[in-house]
């Protein structure tokens, strides 16, 4: 019974001794200097390098209670804790993503427990970071190539070269850090894509992020490929700007439904969405394949509602105009994607004539503009077609089948022969055949096809070049 009694003894002041370390820790490695010693672990083994400690990571500062501290030690339970000012730097030494608050939970039993094994011989350096429910408060990210070409959130994560003739130098390292975000909330956040020819921008958005991981072990790694998933299941901001190719577009009401790379095409970023600019309305769905690898791709489907406002603002509003839906299949590499898709609804106005109801399926590639199947309402009647336009070779064709035409709808349209002659402009006119006429024009033939005794053409044909 005695020496129970002093097991019991000798067991309790152990735990007391425990408890009073923990509370030593606790009161000596908080707060400012907690925030310093993790972001020297998280830092040690990565490229980026920003802020006044030219580190990867900056913590400003990190709070976490005593007792929720014990509790996750001995049962594995998270401890809520509380960090501040948060930077992410990429290798260059910008900013990619700050974040003023971060409250959430720290699986801290795996992350002493690593890092006590990693202080084994015969060991490597292991940092586990695991957080649960987080919630994040005035987040920025800026995404966008840096000078090398590679994305700048991916080369802040890369894995820092060991200098010459240090020990690291000898033998490479098994060693890494694995973060993981199982579950968060993002509040108040500012975002920005940007990309050669096209960049994006959201306002104060809101988003529930499912899943996150990263790991920096080399065992894990492949080719154009760190070991980086993630999963957006919601997304909201109110205001946004999308600009392609020096023409911007603002955003109302962004939603998108689905964001993420997960495995085992972690190197593709996947989204679906929706958005308004100007009245209409434009569901997006699709990838960007290969995003860490400077020959990255596109797969991306849109389809778009009432397009009166975006015509109403773009250089072409003198010519187009209605209010059209198009669908578009952006594909291929960013350095030559491929437009294609159809639209129908638009409103035409060119050389006098008005044209209603236009549809055509369309193609853009390279240097080259592909119209086909185009129908219309003009002048009383139908036209249907296809047209052309290579500014490579700076030549366009136009290939029209007229029906039910009326020539007194047609307003003041006049003849191209008078035309020409009133312009100056040397024409000559040939009969190629019975009723076929081939008018040549500088930089132009136009080949009409008349039925008998009918003033208007069925057919015509144009081709020409400037």
């Known amino acids: 019974m005695k020496r129970l009694r002093w097991a019991c003894l000798g067991l309790g002041g152990f735990l007391l001794l425990c408890l009073l370390a923990t509370k030593i820790v606790h009161l000596t490695w908080n707060h400012e200097k907690a925030g310093r010693t993790i972001s020297r672990w998280v830092s040690e083994s990565l490229a980026g390098q920003g802020g006044p400690t030219q580190q990867a990571f900056t913590f400003g500062r990190v709070d976490y209670p005593w007792w929720g501290a014990v509790r996750s030690l001995v ?5 809520r804790f509380d960090a501040y000012d948060i930077h992410i730097w990429d290798p260059e030494g910008k900013e990619v993503l700050y974040a003023s608050h971060v409250t959430a939970g720290l699986r801290l039993h795996r992350l002493v427990g690593a890092r006590l094994w990693g202080m084994l011989p015969g060991t490597d350096p292991d ?46 390292s098994s060693g890494g850090m694995v973060i993981s975000v199982a579950g968060s909330i993002v509040k108040d956040g500012q975002f920005r894509m940007q990309f050669p020819a096209w960049e994006m921008d959201i306002e104060h958005f809101h988003m529930r992020h499912d899943s996150l991981r ?54 593709d970023m996947v989204f679906r969405g929706t958005s308004h ?77 008005d044209v209603d109801n236009l549809g055509a399926h369309y193609r853009l590639a390279q240097h080259e503009i592909a119209l086909t199947d185009v129908t219309s309402d003009v002048a009383g009647g139908h036209a249907r077609g296809k047209a052309g336009l290579d500014w490579k070779a700076y030549t366009w064709t136009t290939d029209i089948e007229l029906e039910g035409i009326k020539t007194l709808q047609l307003g003041k349209l ?14 000559a006119v040939f009969h190629a055949g019975e009723n076929t006429e081939h008018l040549k024009l500088v930089g132009i033939d136009i080949v009409l096809h008349r039925h008998a005794r009918d003033p208007m053409p069925h057919a015509l044909s144009l081709r020409g070049h400037w």
């Open 277 to 353: 600019s100007w009245g209409s309305t434009v569901a997006a769905a699709g990838r960007i394949r290969d995003i860490y690898h400077q020959d990255r791709n596109v797969d991306l489907h849109l389809d778009a509602r009432h397009g009166a406002g975006p015509l109403a603002h773009l250089p072409s509003k003198k010519y187009l105009s209605g209010d059209p839906s198009a669908t578009a299949h952006i594909h291929g590499p960013f350095t030559d994607v491929v437009i294609e898709g159809d639209t129908h609804g638009a409103d035409l106005h060119v050389a006098g004539i």
């Open 414 to 427: 006049a003849p191209v022969e008078i035309l020409a002659y009133l312009a100056g402009i040397p024409f």
């Open 75 to 79: 049962g594995g339970k998270p401890v």
């Open 127 to 172: 940092l586990e970071l695991h957080f649960v429910d987080g919630v994040v408060d005035g987040v920025r990210c800026r995404i966008q190539p840096g000078s090398d070409g590679r994305v700048n959130i991916v080369a802040a994560f890369s894995a820092r070269k060991p200098k010459p003739g240090s020990k690291k130098d000898d033998k490479p």
């Open 214 to 267: 990263y790991s920096s072990f080399p065992s894990e790694q492949r080719p154009d490929s760190p070991a980086f998933t993630y999963a957006v299941s919601y997304l909201e901001a109110p205001t946004g700007n999308l600009t392609i190719k020096g023409y911007a577009f603002p955003l109302d009401h962004l939603v998108a439904t689905d964001f993420h790379a997960l495995e085992p095409r972690r190197q």
